[in-house]
T-cell receptor
Framework: ETGVTQTPRHLVMGMTNKKSLKCEQH?????MYWYKQSAKKPLELMFV???????ENNSVPSRFSPECPNSSHLFLHLHTLQPEDSALYLC???????????FGSGTRLTVV | AQSVTQPDIHITVSEGASLELRCNYS??????LFWYVQSPGQGLQLLLK??????LVQGIKGFEAEFKRSQSSFNLRKPSVHWSDAAEYFC????????????FGIGTKLQVIP
C-alpha cells in the first residue's frame, strides 16, 4: 500500500516561528496518528484521531497543536518550539478492519 | 500496560547468512504483534503481523516471525540476508478497538557486510 503523504520532508525553523506539518491519506482509513521519532528512543505516540475526533493526546506540550479537518487530512501546527523538539515526525493511518499502520515518509524537523 | 523489548540495538550479519531479531512483549490479553522496517530517511513499512491462527507468519521480503506465547516472544527471521535488508527493524504490540493503539520497541539496526 502506498498513499500516506507528508509535507514538507524537511523543515528548519526558529524557536519563534509558526509552521505546520501536513499529512494526507486516500486509503479510506478511519484513524490517523502523529508519532515523534527521536534517536535512541522508541516511537512516541503524540495524537490519535479516530473518525476525525481526537481520541488520544499523550501529554504533549501545547506548542504542538493537531488538527483533523476531514478523514483524509491531518495537520500538526507548531509554534514556539524548543531545540529538543527536533526529530522525525511520522504520520500514520489505519483501518478498523485491517490491522497495521501505513506510515508516511516523515518530516525531519530541526529547531534552531 | 503493553510494552516491547528488543534486546539487540545493533546486529551485524554477513550477506547470505541467516538472521534472527529478538522481540519480547508484555500484554495482558492476546496481543496483536507486528514487525516494521525503516530504511534511512523513510517511514516505517509493515513487514508482517500476527493476531490469531498459525503461530508462524510469513511476511514480505522473505521474512517470517514466530509467536511463542510461553516465552512472550515474537522473533523475526530470514534464512538468507541480502545487502538491501540493511535497515532498522521495529517490533510492536497493539490492542484492538476503534483505533489501534500500538507500542513500539526501540528498534534493532541491522548492518549487512559483504
Amino acid at each position: 500500500e502506498t498513499g500516506v503523504t507528508q509535507t514538507p520532508r524537511h523543515l528548519v525553523m526558529g524557536m519563534t516561528n509558526k509552521k505546520s506539518l501536513k499529512c494526507e491519506q486516500h486509503l479510506g482509513h478511519n484513524a490517523m496518528y502523529w508519532y515523534k521519532q527521536s534517536a535512541k528512543k522508541p516511537l512516541e505516540l503524540m495524537f490519535v484521531y479516530s473518525l476525525e475526533e481526537r481520541v488520544e493526546n499523550n501529554s504533549v506540550p501545547s506548542r504542538f497543536s493537531p488538527e483533523c479537518p476531514n478523514s483524509s487530512h491531518l495537520f500538526l501546527h507548531l509554534h514556539t518550539l524548543q531545540p529538543e523538539d527536533s526529530a522525525l515526525y511520522l504520520c500514520a493511518s489505519s483501518s478498523a478492519d485491517r490491522y497495521g499502520y501505513t506510515f508516511g515518509s516523515g518530516t525531519r524537523l530541526t529547531v534552531v | 500496560a503493553q510494552s516491547v523489548t528488543q534486546p539487540d540495538i545493533h546486529i551485524t550479519v554477513s550477506e547470505g547468512a541467516s538472521l534472527e531479531l529478538r522481540c519480547n512483549y508484555s500484554y495482558g490479553a492476546t496481543p496483536y504483534l507486528f514487525w516494521y522496517v525503516q530504511s534511512p530517511g523513510q517511514g516505517l513499512q509493515l513487514l508482517l503481523k500476527y493476531f490469531s491462527g498459525d503461530t508462524l507468519v510469513q511476511g514480505i521480503k522473505g521474512f517470517e516471525a514466530e509467536f511463542k506465547r510461553s516465552q512472550s516472544s515474537f522473533n523475526l527471521r530470514k534464512p538468507s540476508v541480502h545487502w538491501s535488508d540493511a535497515a532498522e527493524y521495529f517490533c510492536a504490540v497493539g490492542a484492538s478497538g476503534g483505533y489501534q493503539k500500538v507500542t513500539f520497541g526501540i528498534g534493532t539496526k541491522l548492518q549487512v557486510i559483504p
